[in-house]
């Protein structure tokens, strides 16, 4: 397992830490899962790696989760930070903390976003289209 101090929050991929509930609730809101049922959201966090970001005063501030072979891609997707935190450093913290990580050194990295597409050109990602980004291998 991994983890990693930032001072007021830290990251980790250790999915006994997630808050699934706060999870759950932030998607619900999303654009891009709005109309996805709870049961489905926990179903895809138990098969996926996922990476959550805590507070000591908040809990849950952020998330993320990976979709992979293990050995040629992965799909980055899921991606959020609450908004009380976002502009603090918090979800580019997180992207870096997911792509260099060492299991994912050497895959094809892919992602869809409709507004954050500067944050992940900063990763290496390139846009594929108007949504979608790829990441090469590293």
């Given amino acids: 397992m991994r983890h990693a101090d930032y001072g007021d929050y830290f990251i980790s991929d ?3 830490r997630l808050d699934e509930d706060t999870i759950v609730a932030f ?4 654009y891009w899962a709005d109309k996805r049922s ?3 959201t926990l179903k895809s966090i138990a098969n996926s ?3 959550g970001v805590f507070a000591a005063d908040r809990g849950q501030i952020g998330f993320a989760r990976v979709i992979t072979d293990g050995a040629t891609m ?3 997707c899921d991606v959020f930070v609450d ?3 976002r502009g603090k450093g918090v979800g580019k913290n997180l992207v ?3 792509v260099e990580a060492e299991e994912h050194q050497g895959m094809s990295g892919l992602l869809a976003t409709k507004d954050a597409h500067g944050l992940y050109e900063s990763y290496g990602f390139v846009r594929d289209s108007e949504a979608y980004m790829r990441r090469p291998p590293q």
Avoid: H, M, P
Wanted: net charge positive.
């Fill in 83 to 85: 908004e009380a935190w």
């Fill in 74 to 76: 992965y799909y980055l």
């Fill in 14 to 16: 250790d999915k006994r």
């Fill in 49 to 51: 790696r996922c990476y």
């Fill in 27 to 30: 998607l619900s809101r999303s």
């Fill in 38 to 40: 709870a049961e489905r």
């Fill in 96 to 98: 870096a903390f997911i």
